[in-house]
């Protein structure tokens, strides 16, 4: 455990080698907030208006719930997987007495860790600026599911990013086309982190909602909302779950059919 | 005119050397081409399903405010065509590989900017201009909007290459800083939408001060008509300033230039 506890300490201070770096990636994150805010905002001018499900106050909400929810579930450091094994990295880990799922996995927690400091940062001075009407959850039970989503979330997104990270084992240079195509595109459309799902026709909203992308997201932030309660809660809870527990199980057979592919490219 | 002709073939050399490299993997460029596709796909299709439940947006129709999307991703994409080198500049200055482009009897800022142009836009350039062509017709433009329309796309792409040099020197004077260009590309994002969806002053900033609406806005609002002659005139003046600004840069940054690692 304590090997893992220096990982985190390590990963969390690598962060700050770049300042300006990690700054500008942070002011990043804060533009498309302020876009998504506008537009909604611009949408919902009339706070009594309810389109898509939404007042102002919870459209608003969602916006600013982004900012936390992406911190929590879309910041990881496993990105850097895919360079790894594309470029023969991988191999210094395989002799380390460490276990590389448990190595990212607490680099993505450290990443977590830094990157909701600076987003509840990010959110307390827009929220001042910006002023948006909000709706605080205050129901201890919404909460606690809240924060099992986020969990869930994370550990989904987690998989995926191994998922995809595994195709250099077989086609090295498609490393970083798989990566933005699954990451940045679908990830980016499809987790509500745009826009909310709900803004679809209900026949793609369930086609969208059966994939394990809007778990990412949409989900948690409905959850926090109050917007999915009873049983379309524990209905979402268990697609979620199981999308996990699938995901799970496939990133542990294709690493291990990987690993046995893997040519150490580059070493 | 003899120079002209020079760099020109210089860039079609360098394009063809760059369209080499990225056909040589095609399932990669497949990968590309896909995700870019899909992403432009779901943005039309998110704005399209938006305004059908709310009916406008800050007062445009649903083909007015798709045709914004479609000149933001015409300015983004031409200049992602043109200008890609930039994206492959940055580890030029740190690992001093620059001093090659340097010691070149060519412009080294010709090359860095325009050096490989990206055969994944170049692909989507067609089916983009073609949708340009079908919504901005169903706008009814007149004559004269049109060619507003396109001497301030023309305009907006001054701009983005004013831009793009400003990256190129900032990569030149802070080594720090990886990903200036992404900052740019989410800047230009505001440009998604109608401008008029941003409330002041960040409106004001987006237009005049990183002219972000002028690069994009602008030219959507001339082929609908709803730009006055002082706003068309502002904007040229505006692209050309922003343009020898961005060259006193990069002749500023060049002098700070190190050769670090090299």
């Known amino acids: 455990m304590n090997k893992y506890w220096q ?3 390590i990963s969390f201070q690598q962060e700050f080698a770049y300042k300006i770096n990690f700054i500008m990636w942070r002011i990043r994150n804060v533009f498309q907030i302020i876009i998504t805010f506008f537009l909604w905002s611009t949408i919902f001018n009339d706070p009594n208006q309810i389109i898509f499900g939404y007042d102002r106050t919870k459209i608003l909400t969602y916006v600013f719930a982004l900012m936390i929810v992406r911190a929590l579930v879309l910041s990881a450091r496993a990105v850097d997987v895919s360079s790894d094994v594309a470029e023969g990295n991988l191999s210094n880990y395989l002799v380390k007495p460490i276990s590389y799922f448990k190595y990212w996995l607490t680099r993505d927690i450290s990443s977590k860790a830094l990157n909701l ?17 909000f709706y605080f959850q205050t129901d201890p039970f919404v909460l606690l599911s809240f924060l099992i989503s986020i969990v869930i979330a994370a550990l989904i997104y987690f998989c995926i990013l191994f ?7 077989w086609a090295p240079e498609l490393g970083w086309a798989s990566q933005f195509l699954v990451a940045i595109v679908l990830i980016e459309f499809l987790s509500g982190a745009l826009f909310p799902i709900d803004v679809l026709p209900l026949t793609l909203q369930k086609i969208v909602m059966s994939t394990p992308f809007p778990y990412m997201i949409f989900f948690p932030v409905q959850v926090y909302l109050g917007k999915i ?28 059919k990987g690993l046995k592919a893997y040519q150490a490219f580059g070493r | ?4 002709k020079y760099y020109f073939k ?19 460029l497949a990968f590309f081409l896909t995700g870019k596709i899909l992403r432009f796909s779901f943005f039309v299709g998110f704005l399209y399903f938006l305004i059908q439940g709310t009916k406008s947006l800050a007062g445009y129709s649903a083909s007015q405010v798709i045709f914004f999307f479609l000149i933001f991703n015409v300015i983004d994409i031409l200049s992602q065509f043109l200008f890609r080198e930039v994206y492959r500049f940055r ?24 050096g490989g142009a990206d055969v994944i836009d170049f692909l989507t350039i067609p089916p983009l201009l073609f949708a340009v062509y079908y919504v901005g017709s169903l706008l009814n433009p007149t004559a004269l909007q049109v060619i507003l329309f396109l001497a301030l796309t023309l305009n907006g792409l001054l701009i983005a290459a004013a831009f793009h040099i400003a990256v190129l020197s900032l990569a030149i004077i802070s080594l720090e800083i990886d990903h200036t260009i992404m900052i740019y590309r989410d800047l230009t994002s505001f440009g998604r939408f109608p401008i008029d969806i941003y409330r002041q002053p960040l409106q004001g900033i987006l237009t005049y001060l990183i002219p972000v609406g002028i690069m994009i806005s602008f030219p959507a609002r001339a082929l609908m008509g709803l730009v006055s002659t002082p706003g068309v005139l502002i904007s040229f003046a505006i692209g050309i300033l922003a343009f020898i ?13 190190s050769s670090a690692s090299s």
């Open chain 1, 7 to 9: 990982i985190f300490k």
């Open chain 2, 1 to 4: 005119m003899q120079k002209l």
């Open chain 2, 91 to 114: 580890p030029k200055i740190v690992t001093g590989d620059f001093d090659l482009t340097l010691v070149k009897p060519t412009n080294a800022l010709f090359i860095s900017l325009m």
């Open chain 1, 117 to 133: 400091s600076f987003a509840a940062v990010e959110f307390s001075a827009l929220f001042l600026i910006l002023r948006p009407s």
């Open chain 1, 163 to 169: 998922l995809i990270s595994a195709v250099p084992f």
């Open chain 1, 229 to 256: 309660t009873g049983m379309a809660q524990i209905q979402g809870f268990l697609i979620s779950f199981t999308w996990l527990v699938v995901l799970w199980f496939s990133m542990k057979h294709v690493w291990n």
């Open chain 2, 245 to 257: 600004i961005s060259l006193r840069f990069w002749n500023f940054a060049l002098k700070k230039y």
């Open chain 2, 10 to 28: 210089i860039w079609w050399l360098l394009t063809r050397d760059s369209f080499s490299a990225v056909l040589g993997q095609r399932v990669a």
